[in-house]
């Protein structure tokens, strides 16, 4: 077989039972990279770290996957101011996640022979939504209703990126407010041991100098025999 050394360096065309004892000396396992070259090409490595660090990279790349995704949303020809808000609210979050947007006009009974009242609002969603997304499809009647498709401005994978930095950001601001909240509350037990001391202080009686002891006058000594 031809062996890969650790650090890929090139040991040569050697038997299995030398690649085995190296394997062995290296603490290190044999795998086998290449079975279908003629000879076949192992390498030493440590398999466990090696099956790790596939995985993490798998996952990794999963997370920056970006996937199409269509969302609907569905109006009426009539539709009522408020709904029409809310409507177009959904519609600017999803293009702001970088997701086209399926428009429906729904037509019912006597509306289907007025057709530009769909086209006229269609219209204005795309305009009032212009900075963030574009007419992919333009409206067209299919039956009852009517249909246009919205496409991001901004890439799928770019929303992503943004939202994992905004993420980031607000978990680091409510970190940050922790430490700080943690800081304010040592500052003020201390400021209390502070007060306690004083207090302390204050209270305790000052001691008394005791007075020194006079020393004895010596009297005079009494005459004897008068």
Do not use: W
């Amino acid at each position: 077989m031809r062996l890969v050394g650790p650090s890929g360096e090139q040991v040569g065309i050697v038997p299995l039972a030398k690649a085995l004892e190296l394997a062995q000396e290296y603490d290190l396992d044999l795998v086998e990279v290449a079975a279908t070259a003629r000879p076949p090409v192992c390498k030493l490595m440590d398999y466990g770290k090696f099956k790790y660090e596939s995985a993490m990279k798998a996952r990794e790349a999963r997370k920056n996957q970006a996937h199409t995704v269509i969302k609907e949303m569905k109006l009426r020809p009539k539709i009522d101011p408020h709904d029409y808000d809310t409507k177009k609210g959904h519609v600017v979050r999803f293009l702001k996640q970088g997701d086209k947007v399926k428009i429906t006009i729904m037509f019912r009974g006597r509306e289907q022979s007025r057709p530009e009242l769909g086209f006229r609002l269609l219209q204005r969603l795309a305009d009032d939504v212009q900075d963030l997304g574009f007419v992919e499809s333009s409206p067209k009647q299919d039956g009852r209703n009517m249909i246009m498709v919205l496409g991001p401005h901004k890439k799928k994978t770019e929303a992503m990126a943004e939202a994992r930095a905004l993420a980031d950001a607000r978990k680091a601001e409510r970190q940050g407010r922790t430490t700080g909240s943690d800081a304010d509350a040592a500052a003020a037990d201390e400021d209390v041991v502070t007060e306690d001391a004083v207090a302390e202080a204050q209270d305790a009686p000052a001691e008394a100098e005791a007075p020194e002891a006079e020393a004895p006058v010596e009297q005079p000594a009494a005459p004897q025999g008068a």
